[in-house]
């Protein structure tokens, strides 16, 4: 019997010849990112590490400081950095949302075992890698002694098939497998299929990203040609993919046509099962926020179909439209190509680079009662702010489409008018 994607860079990376599900495998790790909230948390150090040229640092969740807390443990996280001769340093100025900017700068590469500190790491499995969060302690360890454990955990296969629509995103086809697959829990996802060849970086990037809202412990994609070009783009370090074997075991596999897909939604409080096609609510949802950002969402797809849908239009009246880009990188792309300022005469709010409003920390916390679309990661109660308030999840399309009308709406006749 074979190995899947995970499973192989599992027994690679444990010096095993083969891995199962229940297996420990004790890994060397490739890759170590710390981020900001770390810093603001701990006021100590470790006295050494085990190999500087394996760790980054990412300003990301409370970029600029928005408390002296905050620039209390980002001046530690500097110190850091400088103490133990870093180099992959994102300070404010080069930073973004961690995820983005390891996709972005090739610090996840295929074959290879990487961790972070936020629960959204899966998301570097759009390129081969297995990757997961991890707690604060145990990151500490690992840069202190360059390995980890896991638990090898079955896995779960989508696989893809067909060419999405043109109104469908990343985002709707993860809400779409929400409602068929709901929670994985103690699994793996692996992604498989020939609809992924047609996927852009942006849209597998969201896929990987919010499989950790369907409790997913690592989430892998094949390192394909698209894949391999832009990593090739922006790193010259060596790497070997993984490939998942033709009869590799699978817990479930889920067979996915991408052309049947419509724009989706989740509903409140939870995403599992609470999903469904926009266009099948049964009532006009007023809103009070859309919300375009996050690392699932803050991409450069998304300020240029948000641009699309607002071209020539305005944000209803009582409706605040924030957006926010993922990195820095993305924000000056989007200047460039003019996105900013579309979106800027429609009434929208552009933010600098930042987690902010995504996990409730700044630049668009909700108030009691208030109602919110976004196309950031979570939406339990009190993710975004008040407990009380109600967070709809959708795609930057959707986003921006209910920021034109003033309630959650299907972006399709929109994104029809603007081509």
């Not at 893809?160 to 109104?167: E, M």
Request: aromatic letters at 6%.
């Amino acid at each position: 019997m074979g190995m899947t994607m995970a499973e192989k860079i599992l027994a690679r990376h444990s010096g095993q010849a083969v891995v199962r599900p229940g297996d420990i495998a004790v890994c060397e790790v490739d890759k170590i990112i710390q981020i900001d909230l770390v810093f603001s948390a701990s006021a100590e150090m470790p006295k050494r590490i085990s190999n500087p040229s394996k760790i980054a640092i990412i300003l990301d969740h409370a970029i600029p400081a928005p408390t002296v807390g905050d620039a209390d443990g980002q001046a530690i996280a500097r110190e850091f950095a400088r103490r133990f001769g870093i180099e992959k340093f994102y300070d404010v100025g080069r930073h973004g949302i961690c995820h983005q900017v390891i996709l972005e700068n090739g610090l996840a590469l295929p074959g290879q075992i990487l961790t972070c500190t936020d629960s959204h790491t899966c998301a570097s499995g759009a390129f081969n890698c297995v990757a997961r969060g991890m707690g604060p302690l145990e990151m500490l360890q690992i840069m202190c002694t360059g390995k980890t454990w896991y638990q090898v955990a079955p896995t779960v296969k989508f696989e893809l098939n067909g060419s999405k629509p043109g109104s469908v995103f990343g985002k709707d086809i993860f809400l779409h497998l929400a409602a068929v697959a709901g929670s994985v829990e103690g699994h793996n996802i692996e992604f498989a299929g020939s609809g992924i060849a047609g996927l852009p970086l942006d849209d597998r990037a969201t896929l990987a990203t919010m499989g950790a809202e369907l409790s997913a412990e690592f989430v892998t994609f094949p390192a394909d040609a698209r894949a391999i070009e832009h990593l090739r783009s922006v790193t010259d370090e060596r790497f070997e993919p993984a490939e998942s074997d033709p009869d590799a075991e699978y817990a479930a596999t889920y067979a996915v046509d991408l052309s049947s897909l419509r724009p989706y939604v989740a509903k409140p409080d939870f995403i599992p099962h609470n999903t469904l096609p926009v266009a099948d609510l049964d009532e006009k949802i007023a809103i009070d926020q859309a919300f375009v950002g996050s690392c699932a969402n803050g991409k450069l797809e998304d300020f240029r179909v948000a641009a699309q849908i607002m071209r020539g239009r305005t944000v209803a009246p009582g409706v605040r439209f924030i957006v926010t880009p993922a990195s820095q990188k993305v924000l000056k792309e989007a200047v460039r190509r003019g996105y900013v300022e579309t979106l800027l005469e429609a009434g929208a709010v552009v933010t600098n680079s930042t987690c902010g409003a995504c996990y409730g920390g700044h630049m668009g916390v909700l108030g009691a009662e208030e109602v919110c679309i976004t196309s950031s990661t979570r939406n339990f109660k009190g993710r975004m702010g008040s407990p009380s308030a109600r967070i709809y999840m959708a795609s930057s399309a959707t986003v921006a489409a209910s920021a034109v009308a003033g309630y959650i709406s299907d972006p399709t006749p929109l994104l029809a008018e603007s081509l």
